[in-house]
């Protein structure tokens, strides 16, 4: 699409904003369902649109990419009439006589910038909630996924006219000519690198933005959990997608005490899932491929530059884009692999003294997007949730907590800011604006108008000191 069609299909949704805006929370039900009957009616198609991007298990596409968007517009449907709805607020004492209410109001037009390793999820969640605040939106999903981006230009042209909801396709030049419009609210999913870009176009028309970024997302694992279940929460968490995931578990701190029992309880984890062989885990139909060549390349960089000992799996196939499921000790917190988000299915272990240790490791870093503890004892783990910090998380498991709609997600600084999902990402793409209406032709701040005199210091004295 080139630039002049990109701004010709801008001033066509700014044309149709105040009508979008004006829809009743039927009107945006109906367009949710229609998504939702779409998706379902249409899952065969996303499943083989995934396996050809990624080679992606039709059962890994209904449980991350369909289930989770599916999960939200059902949110959506039951709760959209009250989240619509204005609600009164406490009024404070020194403005007795009037009623604040608050209502939320669409933003406008928005555009969503989705990445390629959710190609699905990342695309249709944000939009759930964008329809659902009353706005009309543009998606720019990745070049990376071809066929993914041309199974969301066919579903989504079957039921929303372009000045409602288009899809704009096309590498940086597109996303370039689209962050250059004045949207209302930019959603972006991607690097922190990228995010940067993304903050300093919409500064330019002081859009705002919610930047859902990445980061070393790690686990930590105390002495008294429960290893097994801990091990296969961990694997199965690091495995989805390949690895590919900006919530999965990017590095593992372990006391020390269990240090090696929980390294084989890993092994035998992935050994169950993907197979019990190099061979058998390099045919496995359930483990997806890298996404390309130059991510691959870059894989087997962190993996080769790690300085750590491979103890499970490091085997690669440049040709097939596949990379095992590869757990690394020993490896030097200093090297890249440490360092870098990973994005990919190399797992370094890391031995702890204690948990003070751990938590003051983590603490020593930028702030992750998730973080995921493992502990027998509740009040541990929720003391270990306190003394740390991060856009989300989960005790005794691993990525969940990106699906559940009642939870808001996101990041912190560098891992992103702003949250999303159910009434989180509804929120996001409204404006919250409080109104206050007076009852009557008085009121008691009128007391308070000029001229200053004595009478009203002293009012102005008790207001202070009382109310």
Partial sequence: MTALS????????????????????????????????????????????????????????????????????????????????????????????????????????????????YPIYLTLGPLVSAIAAGNCAILKPSE?????????????TGLFPEEEVALVEGAAEAAQALLALPFDHIFFTGSPAVGKVVMK????????????????????????ADLRVAARKIAWGKGL?????????DYVLVHGQVHDALVAELKRAFEAFYGADPEARKA?????????????????????????????GGEQDAETLYLSPTL???????????????FGPI???????????????VNARPKPLALYVFSGSRRNAESLVARTTAGGGCINDTVLHFVHTGLPTGGVNTSGFGKAHGFYGFETFSNARGTLRQRSRWSAIQL?????TGFVRRLIDLTLKYF
């Fill in 6 to 117: 990109i701004d010709d299909l801008f001033a066509r949704q700014q044309a149709a904003r105040w009508r979008v805006a004006a829809t009743s929370a039927q009107q945006r039900r109906a367009k949710l369902r229609a998504l939702l009957d779409a998706l379902m009616a249409h899952r065969a198609e996303a499943q083989a649109a995934l396996a050809a991007d990624f080679r992606k298990a039709p059962e890994e596409v209904d449980l991350t990419e369909l289930y989770p968007v599916i999960g939200e517009i059902k949110d959506a449907l039951r709760h959209l009439p009250r989240w619509m709805k204005p609600r009164k607020v406490p009024t404070p004492i020194g403005l007795l006589g009037s009623a604040g209410t608050l209502r939320y109001e669409p933003r406008g037009v928005v555009l969503i910038i989705s990445p390629w390793n």
């Fill in 144 to 156: 990376f996924t071809p066929h993914t981006t041309a199974f969301l230009r066919k579903l989504l």
């Fill in 201 to 224: 176009a919409a500064s330019e028309h002081l859009a705002s933005v919610t930047l859902e970024l990445g980061g070393k997302s790690p686990v930590l694992v105390d002495a008294d």
């Fill in 241 to 249: 997608n390949g690895g590919q995931t900006c919530v999965a578990p």
């Fill in 284 to 312: 496995s139909p359930d483990f997806a491929r890298i996404i390309n060549p130059r991510h691959h390349a870059r894989l087997a960089g962190l993996l080769r530059d790690s300085r750590g000992l491979v103890v499970f």
């Fill in 328 to 342: 690394l000790t020993e490896a030097d917190p200093a090297s890249p692999v440490m360092q870098e988000e990973i």
């Fill in 347 to 361: 797992l370094p272990i890391l031995k702890v003294p204690d948990m003070d240790a751990a938590v003051a490791f």
């Fill in 448 to 452: 308070m108008y000029p001229p200053y």
